[in-house]
C-alpha cells in the first residue's frame, strides 16, 4: 500500500451508492467507516456495459466466499477477469444472495418504500444512462452468509470494525457500483445503516506484480465474434424468419467403442461400478468411470474453470 | 475365462477428449485408454477404502 496515489476520496451514506470510473490499473478501496456494514457492488465493463461482473461464474472458480487472491468475473461469453481482490482485511464476502430488492421488503415487511440494493445500484448507474433492468447480482462485501443443511443460503451478523476494507483492482476500465446495503431490519449490516468510505487510488507497480497471470482462451469471445453483435434496442421478441440454427458441434453423434475386459479386470468393475446409478447398464458406468478417471487425474481447475494460468 | 466385451457409447466430444489424451502418450489407443483408467480408478478406490479402513480402527 506504501506510496500509492489517492486519485478521490467520498463517503457514501446509508441509502446511497455511487457509479465510478475505475480504470485499469486503479484500486477502489471500499472501507468500514463504523463497522458493521455490508456494501453491495457491480460493475461493467466501462466501453461496453454487456460485458458485466457475473456472480454465477465468480463463485463457481472461487466459491461462495471470495476474498484476497481472487478475482471478478464477467459473464459468458467473456469471462475475463475485470477485478482482482488485492486486499480484503475481513475475509468474509459472499456472492449468493441477490441484491436485496423492494420486492423483499414489501412482501416480507409490508414496506411501501425501503431502502434496497436494487434500488440503489439502479439510481446510481443511471447518471451512465443504465437502467433498472441492467442491474445485475451483486459481489457483496462483508456479508457473512452460509448454506445450511437444507441447502438454504442464510446471513448473519457481521463483525467488521472501523477501517477494515477489500481493495479491487481493476484489469480493465470499469464502471464500478459500490452502494451502501439497504437492509436494516434483516442481520446483514446489524440492524443499522451506516456510511462507507470509498477510495480510489493508483496501483504502485508492487500492487501490479501481484495479481496473477489468467488464461486467454479462444473462448471467451467479444462481439466481433458473435453471429448477432447488435444490441436489440425495441422491447418485444420478434421471431427472425431468417434465423437458421447453428448450434456448435451439432449433430451429437455416437460411437461405439468396443472394450475387452479380462476376467480380472471385469472383477475389478465390478466392484467400482456405479450400479447404484446405471444398474445393468455396464457401458454407461463404464463410460462414467473413464471420465471420472479423466477428471481426477487431468483436471487441474476446481469445477472446470481455470482462474489462473498454471505454467 | 473368456473376455467380456463392454461397448461404451461415446460421442465425438467425448471421443476427441479421449484422443487428445492418447496423443499425450497416455495409452496407445482407445481400449487401451479405457483399461489404464479402470486399473487407476480402481486402485485409487482400493486406497481410499484402506485409508478410511486405516482411520476407522484408530
Known amino acids: 500500500m506504501t506510496g500509492r496515489q489517492i486519485i478521490s476520496e467520498l463517503v457514501m451514506e446509508p441509502g446511497t451508492g455511487k457509479a465510478i470510473e475505475l480504470l485499469k490499473g486503479q484500486i477502489l478501496r471500499i472501507e468500514q467507516v463504523e463497522g458493521g456494514q455490508c456494501a453491495d457492488f457491480n460493475c461493467f465493463n466501462l466501453h461496453d456495459y454487456k460485458e458485466f461482473m457475473h456472480c454465477g461464474r465468480t463463485r463457481t472458480v472461487h466459491g461462495f466466499h471470495p476474498t484476497t487472491g481472487t478475482f471478478m468475473w464477467s459473464a459468458p461469453p467473456r469471462e475475463r477477469a475485470m477485478l482482482y481482490i488485492l486486499e480484503d482485511t475481513v475475509g468474509r464476502n459472499d456472492v449468493l444472495f441477490p441484491r436485496c430488492s423492494a420486492y423483499v421488503y414489501e412482501a416480507a415487511y409490508g414496506f411501501a418504500v425501503h431502502t434496497n440494493c436494487h434500488d440503489i445500484q439502479a439510481e446510481a448507474q443511471r447518471e451512465y444512462g443504465l437502467t433498472p433492468d441492467d442491474v445485475h447480482d451483486s459481489f457483496n462485501l462483508f456479508m457473512c452468509t452460509g448454506v445450511d443443511d437444507d441447502g438454504h443460503a442464510f446471513m448473519t451478523r457481521q463483525t467488521t470494525k472501523p477501517g477494515d476494507y477489500v481493495d479491487l483492482l481493476a484489469l480493465m476500465d470499469v464502471l464500478a457500483v459500490p452502494n451502501v446495503c439497504g437492509a436494516d431490519v434483516m442481520k446483514t449490516s446489524n440492524f443499522a445503516l451506516k456510511p462507507l468510505k470509498l477510495t480510489v487510488f493508483a496501483a504502485t507497480d508492487t500492487d501490479l506484480a501481484q495479481v496473477p497471470k489468467t488464461p486467454m482462451l479462444a473462448s471467451q469471445r467479444t462481439p466481433k465474434d458473435f453471429r448477432n453483435p447488435t444490441i436489440k434496442t425495441d422491447r418485444p421478441l420478434r421471431r427472425d424468419p431468417a434465423y437458421k440454427p447453428e448450434f456448435p458441434n451439432t449433430p451429437i453423434v455416437v460411437t461405439d467403442l468396443a472394450v475387452s475386459l479380462s476376467p480380472e479386470e471385469l472383477a475389478m468393475f465390478n466392484a467400482v461400478k456405479r450400479s447404484d446409478i446405471y444398474g445393468e447398464d455396464d457401458a454407461a458406468a463404464l463410460r462414467d468411470l473413464l471420465f471420472s478417471w479423466w477428471e481426477e487425474r487431468f483436471l487441474q481447475a476446481h469445477a472446470g474453470a481455470p482462474s489462473i494460468e498454471s505454467t | ?58
Not at chain 2, 12 to 41: C, F, K, N, S, W
Request: hydrophobic share 45%.
Open chain 2, 1 to 58: 475365462m473368456a473376455e467380456t466385451v463392454v461397448k461404451l457409447r461415446l460421442n465425438q466430444q467425448q471421443l476427441e477428449l479421449i484422443d487428445r489424451t492418447i496423443a499425450q502418450g497416455v495409452a496407445p489407443d482407445r481400449a487401451a485408454l479405457v483399461r489404464l483408467a479402470l486399473h487407476e480408478y480402481a486402485a485409487a478406490r482400493k486406497a481410499e477404502a484402506h485409508k478410511s479402513g486405516m482411520e476407522q480402527a484408530q
